[in-house]
């Protein structure tokens, strides 16, 4: 699976939109863009996921750069539940083992 | 609820001590996976599981067993823990191989070995 790079920390203010960005440049043409969060120490939480075409769903958007080598995940409106640690992952379908790959993600803080 | 659940979520063990930790599935799904969780050293696959009765290792399956009777099952078993066996440990599943959806995790297993 391809590596990703993200900044170690960003913060926002509350009610703000939060944009998280993740570079990926040495994603292969099969492999998708995943986002992930974690809570303090609460598992992993699904957050969003696409190949090519920006994505929505009612947590998140992700906007995937036209040559895939970087992303931006947004999050509209920032809450202070929001603030945790955002864990970019890019993982191809094939393959026996369905792992993910976590990097050391970006810790988002929000502020009051 | 779809969910998947970890017990116990705190236990605290001697060196030797053989153990288990459970995870269970309500979601029919065919992949299941255990990770374990250390400062410096992030999320890390110790064992998966494709489907019922096949299993193989992760990058840190050193020192643990699985088993993979039932479907919705997927214990994590520590024959003799040790010390550097301390960790949270979260297990994982997904409807299967090439899914596209997200994975479910559970709540985490904070483990202590003494």
């Known amino acids: 699976d391809a590596k990703t790079t993200q900044p170690p920390s960003m913060d926002c203010a509350e009610g703000r939109a939060a944009n998280l960005p993740c570079n990926h440049s040495?994603?292969?043409?099969?492999?998708?863009v995943y986002w992930y969060r974690q809570i303090h120490s609460q598992g992993p939480q699904y957050i969003i996921h696409g190949l090519k075409n920006n994505e929505t769903n009612e947590m998140a958007s992700l906007i995937i750069t036209e040559d895939r080598k970087s992303s931006t995940l947004i999050l509209p409106h920032a809450t202070l539940r929001d603030t945790a640690v955002y864990y970019c992952?890019?993982?191809?379908?094939?393959?026996?083992?369905?792992?993910?790959?976590f990097g050391k993600g970006i810790t988002l803080s929000v502020r009051p | 609820e779809a969910q998947v659940t970890q017990n116990p979520r705190y236990l605290i063990t001697v060196t030797g001590k053989k153990l288990t930790v459970t995870c269970s599935q309500n979601?029919?799904?065919?992949?299941m996976s255990w990770y374990r969780q250390d400062p410096g050293l992030g999320l890390r696959q110790i064992y998966y599981s494709m489907n019922v009765e096949v299993t193989d290792k992760g990058d840190v399956p050193e020192g643990y067993k699985v088993s993979r009777k039932e479907k919705r099952n997927f214990p994590l078993i520590l024959e003799s823990p040790s010390p550097n066996q301390t960790s949270l440990y979260f297990c994982?599943?997904?409807?299967?191989?090439?899914?596209?959806?997200?994975?479910?995790f559970g709540s985490g297993t904070r483990l202590t070995v003494v």
């Open positions: 040495t994603i292969s043409g099969n492999e998708y």
């Open positions: 994982a599943s997904t409807p299967g191989q090439g899914a596209r959806g997200g994975y479910t």
């Open positions: 979601m029919n799904h065919e992949y």
């Open positions: 992952i890019v993982r191809a379908y094939t393959g026996a083992n369905s792992k993910l790959t």
